[in-house]
C-alpha cells in the first residue's frame, strides 16, 4: 500500500467528522459546523489516503500558524510564547490504519509546509489525563520535546505541550 497527501475539500467533511470523533479523546469531539468552521479557518488542513482510493480520507491534520483567531486554550498558550510557529491543532489517523506510517506522512507534510513558511518551529499537544502514551511516545520519536503542562476543559485534561525545531 502506498499512500499520498492531498488538501481537504469540503466533500471530505463527513469522513472526517467520523474519523475525529472516532478519536476521542486523544482529539475533542465535534460537530458537523465546528469541523466546517475549524477546516475553514485553518491555515493548512491536509489528508492522507491511499493511492488506490484518493476519495476516502484515512487520516488527516489541521493546522495553525501564529496569529490567527482561534480559540483554543491551547493555541493561545503557544501564542503567548512566540510568533514563528506551526500549530498541529489535530492529527488522526483511521483505526485499523495506525502503524502504517501514516503519522509520519502527515508530520513529513507538516514539517515541509513549516520550512516553506519559514517558521522555525511546530507545536502540538498531547493528552496526559486521559493518558494518550502511544501520542507521546511517537511525539517523542520525532524530536519533540516538552515545553510546559496545561490543565483544561474544567481540569478534566491535562496536556503536554510539545515543541520540535524545523
Known sequence: MTFSIRSLGRDDLPRLLALNNAAVPAVNELDAEALAALVEHSNLAIAVVDDDATDSVIGFTIL??????????????????????????????????????????????????????????????????????????????????EVGQLSTKEDTVVVSLLAVSV
Do not use: M
Open 64 to 145: 495553525f500558524i501564529a496569529g490567527a483567531e482561534y480559540a483554543s486554550e491551547n493555541y493561545h498558550w503557544f501564542s503567548s510564547r512566540s510568533t514563528d510557529f506551526l500549530y498541529v491543532d489535530r492529527i488522526v489517523v483511521a483505526d485499523g490504519y495506525r502503524g502504517q506510517g501514516l503519522g509520519q506522512v502527515l508530520y513529513d507534510a507538516i514539517f515541509g509546509a513549516a520550512r516553506r513558511l519559514k517558521l522555525t518551529e511546530v507545536f502540538c499537544e498531547v493528552n496526559l489525563e486521559p493518558p494518550n502514551p502511544g501520542s507521546l511516545a511517537f511525539h517523542d520519536r520525532l524530536g519533540f520535546t
